[in-house]
């Protein structure tokens, strides 16, 4: 009914760059907020970026000042351009959108199948 797909992983040196995508699909009302999450191995999933759909972004201290979340609302797409990337920024990242399908009078979360980020020289 719904479908998040993330893109734009992959493998990168210390001070890299990245640009990943979400785009949500299906039968989508309204999208609340769309955020980024990752999990390194053995550690909790964690939040790194969240944005609402009236613009409020949040960040992670580890990512302030190098990530970057921005949203393009008629395409039901978030992105998290990721600039100056250290390996401790290496996971799997998730996209979460909180919004409502059509017919529906109820907030929902979705998930996004992840993207793996992985930093080294």
């Known amino acids: 009914q719904v479908q998040l797909v993330e893109s734009g992983g992959g493998l990168v040196q210390p001070g890299g760059s990245l640009r990943l995508s979400c785009a949500a699909s299906g039968s989508i009302f309204s999208i609340n907020r769309m955020d980024w999450y990752r999990q390194a191995p053995g550690k909790q999933r964690e939040l790194v970026a969240a944005r609402t759909s009236s613009g409020y972004t949040n960040y992670a201290e580890s990512v302030k000042g190098r990530f970057t979340i921005s949203r393009d609302n008629a395409k039901n797409t978030v992105y998290l351009q990721m600039n100056s990337l250290k390996p401790e920024d290496t996971a799997v990242y998730y996209c979460?959108?909180?919004?409502?399908?059509?017919?529906?009078?109820?907030?929902?979360?979705?998930w996004g199948q992840g993207t793996q980020v992985t930093v080294s020289s």
């Open positions: 979460n959108a909180v919004l409502k399908v059509k017919q529906s009078i109820t907030w929902s979360a979705y």
